[in-house]
């Protein structure tokens, strides 16, 4: 196998050659994870721990909400978040309910916004109250009918989410968002919708579970097609490759 394949003799012997890829959708990595260590941290923020069982929850929750505003699976689900708790309760919450996850940068501008979005043909948009005056400016000449707003503040702990609106304010930043007509609350949505267990079944090799745009470098920026075993095998590959992990105790 190393002459037709000269890369395998540079393998450590720890990592095997090939893997049986499981066939399902990629949420359910996240269930299975919440099953096997549910009091575990799975993601810190600035200060707060959000341990497996309440992410899966949360996720739960926003699948369930999207399902309850009409959006069918798939239905392409823009996130334009930085690295924040509801981007990855987002990204899993789309996927439990067979959504397409499509990510946006944060840093785009609106002609950048505007042709991802009317090319993905996305129409619902997660996004921050710091962001949404851009979104709005678009919004019009895209497919989105529907804008969930989330906060920094939102999954801040104790009393960092009360002195980050008056940071912003003294900085002149406005986090003013009026919600209604298409526009919903983020934190509302998570608290009012059923935490009911959904995590529909996808044909994984040919099911896109996201489309990741590229830079754009050379010409218009282009979606991605990436299936549930594109990215099964991705996250495999990785925790393979980290071989002197202990399962369980990874940090990322």
């Known amino acids: ?69 009409g959006v069918h699976a798939g239905d392409r689900v823009a996130i334009m978040l930085p690295n924040c708790p509801s981007a990855v309760i987002a990204y899993f919450g789309t996927l439990m309910m067979g959504g397409i996850v499509v990510q946006t940068n944060p840093l785009y501008m609106e002609r950048e916004l505007k042709h991802q979005l009317s090319d993905a043909e996305a129409t619902v948009i997660v996004t921050l109250d710091l962001l949404l005056n851009r979104v709005q400016k678009v919004k019009e000449k895209t497919h989105i009918r529907s804008i969930i707003v989330t906060s920094i503040k939102d999954f801040l702990p104790f009393p960092k989410n009360i002195l980050y609106p008056v940071k912003m304010k003294k900085e002149g930043v406005s986090l003013k968002v009026n919600y209604g007509d298409g526009v919903y609350r983020f934190k509302k949505m998570l608290q009012t919708a059923s935490g009911t267990p959904i995590c529909v079944e996808v044909n994984a090799d040919e099911d896109i579970a996201l489309l990741q745009y590229t830079g754009g470098t050379t010409g218009i920026s282009k979606g991605v097609m990436l299936t549930h075993s594109n990215l099964i095998a991705n996250t495999y590959q990785t925790s393979h490759w980290c071989y002197q992990i202990r399962e369980g105790e990874e940090r990322f």
């Open 1 to 69: 196998m190393s002459e037709t394949k000269p890369w395998l003799r540079h393998y450590p012997r720890e990592v095997a050659p090939t893997y049986e890829y499981p066939k399902h959708n990629l949420a359910r990595m996240l269930v299975d994870s919440a099953q096997k260590f549910p009091n575990k941290p799975a993601l810190y923020f600035l200060g707060k721990t959000i341990r497996y069982h309440e992410l899966l929850e949360a996720s739960y929750r926003f699948a369930n909400a999207l399902k309850k505003m």
